[in-house]
């Protein structure tokens, strides 16, 4: 069976600092990744999505990027945090089939002080 | 473009109680529609799914309907329980395409008390 992890659960960063979140796949290969950011009380906003090793879609202009250096492994990063990068990260992944639904990882909460 | 509307919440209700979310959505073709779940602190589960009009979904008592007269995928439970407590997004996939993106609904809180 595939599961998915997000690593750390839980961060807290100064402003100015770099970030990196790590997501990894297990059990399937070639997936769809995906990086959603949740703010408190709200709903998901789409930040990055990928198709393949090296290949990177962003969705919105801001202070993140992502980077996908294997097949299962996909990483959001900033070099400087700002306050408003506080939120609950989500990574999820799809299997390349018709209409196929996603699945999520258990997040990483970040607060940016 | 394609999108999902759903009930503004916070939806409380008492425990039994019967619920309903509504979920319409707006789709250029044939979507599949899927209900996700999340509880504190969590990232989202899947709760259930549909592919085609008149498919109905259903999980851990939650039931919905693909009804595309309507272009409706509203959850319902019989008898709700505080551990149902969450919120719960609606979302729509068209294509089939790897650039496929789920389209997710702004998500309802649900509370339930005891």
């Known amino acids: 069976s595939q599961t998915i992890h997000q690593w750390p659960a839980t961060l807290v960063q100064p402003v100015g600092s770099p970030l990196s979140l790590e997501c990894t796949v297990e059990g399937t290969s070639n997936p769809n990744l995906y990086w959603y950011r949740q703010a408190a009380g709200r709903g998901l906003q789409l930040l990055f999505y990928?198709?393949?090793?090296?290949?990177i879609s962003s969705e919105v202009p801001q202070n993140l990027s992502a980077s996908r250096p294997q097949d299962r492994q996909f990483i959001l990063s900033s070099k400087k945090l700002l306050l408003s990068d506080s939120g609950f990260y989500l990574c999820?992944?799809?299997?390349?089939?018709?209409?196929?639904?996603?699945?999520f990882g258990p997040g990483t909460r970040l607060l940016v002080l | 473009g394609n999108s999902v509307t759903q009930m503004e919440g916070p939806v409380t209700l008492s425990e039994e109680a019967f619920l309903t979310i509504n979920c319409t959505y707006t789709a250029t073709g044939y979507p599949s529609l899927f209900w996700y779940v999340q509880y504190p602190g969590e990232g989202l589960q899947l709760l259930l799914k549909a592919t085609k009009a008149d498919d109905k979904g259903s999980n851990k008592g939650f039931e919905a309907t693909y009804r595309k007269e309507t272009t409706s995928f509203h959850l319902e439970k019989g008898s709700v329980q505080v551990s149902d407590s969450a919120v719960y997004f609606c979302?729509?996939?068209?294509?089939?395409?790897?650039?496929?993106?789920?389209?997710f609904g702004s998500g309802t809180r649900l509370s339930i008390r005891p």
């Open positions: 979302a729509l996939i068209m294509g089939y395409s790897s650039a496929s993106k789920i389209i």
């Open positions: 990928s198709v393949g090793i090296g290949q």
């Open positions: 999820a992944w799809r299997r390349l089939a018709a209409q196929e639904t996603q699945y």
